[in-house]
């Protein structure tokens, strides 16, 4: 198969598959989707009230 690997990556804390870096997302965007989610919730809250 031709194209790229990924594989001079590492695994990511030593599970994630060599150069898998979309199963890190969570981790790594972490605080953003943690004000993403925050601001829904608000946004939410005061399009109910």
């Given at each position: 198969m031709k194209g790229y690997s990924g594989s001079e990556y590492q695994p990511i804390l030593g599970f994630l598959n060599v150069g898998d870096?979309?199963?890190a997302e969570p981790w790594l965007y972490e605080e953003c989707l943690?004000?993403?989610?925050?601001?829904?919730?608000?946004a939410y809250y005061k399009e109910q009230s």
């Open positions: 870096f979309h199963s943690r004000e993403n989610i925050r601001a829904r919730v608000e």
